[in-house]
């Protein structure tokens, strides 16, 4: 039986979404490229929304896991221990906490970055007793109850069908001009009058993706954590997305050189787009009782595998130094564009290769990146109306690809253009 599109309209939920954004079949993939069923290639700027760092089917990744599966390795083990996890508890604990003096447990929650958001939310509130959580405008983390109520998005809040409760929500980096963000959350933290009670955790994206590409200045982060220290608060970082590289560094909050006491993973952290989620806790909050946070797919063997073959990327400075040229030439390229098509009204957003266009003008995003799909290049829009055309490029991508990718986007924005002379 040939599928078509048909089947999708006719079988699956209403709830699909990237389908309608990239309307056809994908049948093969590889690096940085996507073939659908009538042949055609796509450049992947997408990257799985940020589940492929290292882009599709890596072959070093790719044999390990062949070999592991075809040697009748146990795939199902819940939380027992297994040679798989061993192996990446050793690898991850030499490879990337020690030689950043970093002293943490790792938690396997779930497979998916929501099942890291709520042992996280769950866990700061065991650890210190209290109930609220301050997030930031135009978060995004997840979406169960507890992830979707620290999420600022109000379509998806919508969703949960319930008041999401528990949580306060205080300004972003650069969400308010007239005042200083961390001056304003410590004020209400000190005023008793201010009906916000002293939280038992702060969570934040350093760079927010769905939310816009929104990149909070250093100082904005070592604030947060002062403040944090100063009232007892647990800082959680959400790494789901703008970890494991996407922002030049193998955590999103190095360079602004301060330790959150739990750190959010997944996305890329299996490397091959398998399903695999962590949790790392600062010790002394590691408080959860024997299988008090549990669940039957919160060790994925093969994820562990692949996961492992990935950290032989950081084992060096290389990718490292691969990704700090590559969005060197991205930021120069989309600078460029702004300035030469000042109809976009754009801003360009983000760090390292999470990076975007902000388009001042209601719809252009979304027109643009359904240009840039015709013309076989795959990018989604984020932010709260979907303003902005979003490049999350595979961080091993060559110069070619990349060139050839960028070209593709200002083709798009010209066609786009074209057709709207009200805009000059």
Known sequence: MKNDMKV????????????????????????????????KEYIDFFSGAGALNYGHNDEKMKQKLIDYIMSDHITHSLDMASDAKATFLNTFHETILKPRNMDYKMMFPGPTGTNTVESALKLARKATGRTDIISFTNGFHGMTIGALSVTGNSMKRKGAGIPLQNVVTMPYDNYVDDQDAIDYIDRFLEDNGSGVAIPAAMILETVQGEGGINAASFEWMRKIEALCKRWGIILIVDEVQAGVGRTGSFFSFEPAGIKPDIICMSKSLSGYGLPFAMTLVRPEIDQFQPGEHNGTFRGNNH??????????????????????????????????????????????????????????????SNEIAAKAFEHGLIME???????????????????????????IIEKSIQDVLEKKPELA
Request: charged content about 35%.
């Open 8 to 39: 999708f309209d006719n079988l699956e939920s209403e709830v699909r979404s990237y389908v309608r954004s990239f309307p056809t079949i994908f049948t093969k993939t590889k690096g940085y490229k996507m073939w659908d069923h009538e042949g």
């Open 303 to 364: 994820a562990f595998v692949t996961a492992t073959a990935a950290l032989d990327y950081w084992k060096d400075s290389k990718l490292e130094e691969n990704i700090k040229d590559k969005a060197e030439k991205t930021h120069a390229f989309l600078e460029r564009l702004v300035k030469e098509y000042p109809e976009l009204k754009g801003e360009v957003r983000g760090r390292g290769l999470m990076v975007g266009v902000a388009c001042d003008v209601e719809g252009l």
């Open 381 to 407: 829009t984020a932010g709260p109306n979907d303003e902005v055309f979003k490049l999350f490029p595979a961080l091993t991508i060559d110069d070619e690809g990349l060139e050839k990718g960028l070209n």
